[in-house]
């Protein structure tokens, strides 16, 4: 699907739904500001890119294809960039990452999703409230549409951190065979979203510190403002990374002990055991001629030895501070 919008500088006049016959005299009309907005499959569509715009072929080819790299190059009559936002989450941290391609000339702007993105469709409502938006320039509505695109990383960025705060709450809780697996799978997300992050922080920082063209000293102070939301992403991310292995530590750490305890308790009884295996291990051997073997007190007498042993064993750990 295409959407064509322009803007009039002579009419202040914003034009919705321009036809595709009327986009080529649109583009040679320094009178106009154009945004075509290509959302869905390009394969039917490629041919407006190539013969109205005339953009690079390999430029195009990364449009055909899904999950590129962000990555911005500069050519002499407009800039390519590629960024990943995020569409939507789960419950379970599972971020959808969407794809924005985008072309910025002097006069135009062409973005191309092969996804829903809301921030496009707030950008077209906004446009439709106020149509003077569009009349500050491509580079401020390309501005417009990427700076709540970011933003769409911050709700995930609050439910990370309220999701480690939970796991660091039931550390105590919690068995190592579970916790690993509930850390692994929350670490795994974070590394995708900073490796994202990482990338596109990369596109926005040239995007206000390069001194591009079309994109005046105003405009780049919006973009580093973008810019600075990718690096608290970052941050966040790694402050959460680093968080979530504390607590795995911690996890593995306590579950240790917890074994090193049973592992004693068993061994302080096993110790204990021991003499009064060997005791009735010999008094239940077969022979006639044995220490109070035919005494009528011999019973209470070995009964009494192996209390004494119980109780002397029992004293000597307390002691040692092992019970």
């Not at 790694?238 to 306590?254: D, G, K, R, T, V």
């Amino acid at each position: 699907m295409i959407l064509i919008t322009a803007f009039s500088l002579s009419r202040k006049t914003f034009i919705q739904n321009v036809a595709q016959s009327s986009l080529a005299a649109m583009l040679e009309d320094k009178d106009y500001y154009v945004w075509v907005d290509i959302e869905g499959s390009l394969s039917e569509d490629v041919n407006l890119l190539r013969t109205i715009f005339h953009f690079d072929e390999l430029t195009i080819e990364d449009c055909l294809h899904e999950q590129q790299l962000p990555k911005l190059e500069t050519f002499e009559e407009y800039h390519f960039f590629i960024l990943q936002g995020v569409s939507s989450y789960t419950q379970d941290i599972r971020c959808r990452n969407v794809e924005l391609d985008g072309y910025l000339g002097d006069r135009y702007l062409v973005t191309v999703h092969e996804d829903p993105i809301p921030a496009i469709s707030q950008s077209i409502r906004n446009i439709d409230r106020n149509c003077s938006r569009l009349a500050h320039g491509t580079a401020y509505l390309t501005y417009e549409i990427l700076d709540p695109m970011i933003d769409m990383y911050l709700p995930v960025l609050d439910y990370l951190d309220e999701r480690i705060r939970q796991l660091t709450s039931e550390v105590h809780e919690q068995f190592a065979d579970n916790a690993a697996i509930n850390h692994m799978n929350l670490s795994s997300h974070i590394l995708e979203l900073r490796r994202v992050a990482s990338r596109n922080e990369r596109v926005f920082y040239q995007f206000s510190h390069s001194s591009l063209q079309f994109i005046d000293p105003d405009e780049a102070r919006l973009f580093r403002d973008i810019h600075d939301h990718m690096l608290r992403v970052l941050d966040l991310s790694e402050y959460y990374q680093h968080s979530l292995h504390e607590a795995l530590n911690i996890q593995l750490s306590l579950n240790s002990n917890r074994m090193n305890q049973v592992v004693q308790f068993l061994t302080l009884w096993a110790t204990i055991m021991l003499p009064l295996n060997v005791m009735t291990g010999i008094y239940g051997m077969n022979f006639h001629f044995m220490p109070f073997l035919e005494s009528p007190y011999g019973f209470w007498l070995i009964i009494s030895i192996m209390l004494v042993l119980v109780v002397g064993l029992l004293s000597y750990f307390k002691r040692r501070g092992w019970i």
